[in-house]
């Protein structure tokens, strides 16, 4: 990135926990920071997330993007850091980054601009099928695609609301991970979602995220019910990561991203 003028503006702490109930780490604290240009109203050009580096695709002189973990978005302001909150956006793709998806078809689920998708695709993932209801991501979803030198073939993308059409009549291929970072704020979108499971018995993951997590979800937009939900379905919690901005000790801005993974027989 040569000579280009950086500060760093925001930083988020994860913490990951074996269990919801628990104090026992089993992945250190982990800083993410947002690096943004001076000159440029602090619009944000590098995402780090310990495993995945995000920058601006004006930086992508190097087609080797698998060997260094990068991904090149167009306008990362835009199709990234607003669609959601930032804080439950930052969470759910550094829970996707420390992941292994290698050979798995990943569906993910409220796709927006691809990000996720793209993370797990650069983590080995053998296809992505994203869901979105918003037809307005299409553009924004093929060209992030070119920019990162993907093929199109290896990415499919569907159109339609989880919550009033069955997602097994859309969805043909067979999927190994599912992702949705929907949390509870799309009017039952989230348990929508895990209902998939049960018309999808190879699903063997699942991860969830854009929860706010307050003392381990006392708050009505904490992952309570989807974890009750998913336990029902024989699901156990591999990975519980709490993140939080370290400039404010406000609890609702500490995000929640889970995990989830068959009970082995």
């Known amino acids: 990135m040569g000579s280009t003028d950086f500060a760093r503006r925001l930083s ?12 026992k780490n089993i992945v250190p604290e982990i800083n993410a920071s947002i690096g943004y ?63 292994s998806f290698e050979g798995e078809n990943v569906l993910d689920l409220g796709c927006g601009c691809g990000i996720l998708g793209l993370i797990a695709k650069l983590k080995g993932a053998k296809k992505i099928i994203g869901v979105d209801s918003e037809t307005e991501v299409n553009n924004i979803f093929y060209s992030q695609l070119k920019t ?57 993951r699942f991860i969830v995220g854009g929860y706010v997590d307050d003392c381990y979800t006392k708050t009505v937009n904490g992952p ?10 024989d699901f156990k919690i591999s990975e519980y990561v709490i993140a939080r901005h370290t400039y404010t000790r406000d609890p609702h801005v500490y995000a929640a991203s889970i995990v989830f993974e068959i009970e082995q027989n």
Do not use: C, W
């Open 12 to 23: 988020i702490h994860f913490k990951s926990y074996a269990n919801i109930e628990g104090t």
């Open 37 to 99: 240009h001076y000159s440029n109203d602090y619009n944000p050009v590098a995402v780090n997330l310990g495993e995945v580096t995000i920058l601006e695709s004006e930086f992508n002189t190097d087609n080797d993007l698998k060997e260094k973990n990068i991904i090149y978005l167009s306008d990362i302001n835009s199709s990234f850091m607003n669609i959601t909150p930032i804080v439950y956006a930052l969470t759910t793709a550094h829970t996707v980054g420390s992941l």
């Open 148 to 204: 990162n030198s993907y093929s199109p073939e290896d990415f499919d993308l569907l159109n339609f609301d989880i919550r009033k059409e069955k997602m097994a009549k859309k969805v043909k291929n067979s999927i190994d991970t599912v992702i949705a970072n929907i949390g509870p704020h799309y009017d039952g979108a989230d348990t929508a979602a895990i209902r998939f499971i049960d018309d999808m018995p190879t699903i063997k």
């Open 224 to 233: 309570k019910q989807a974890i009750n939900m998913m336990l029902e379905r």
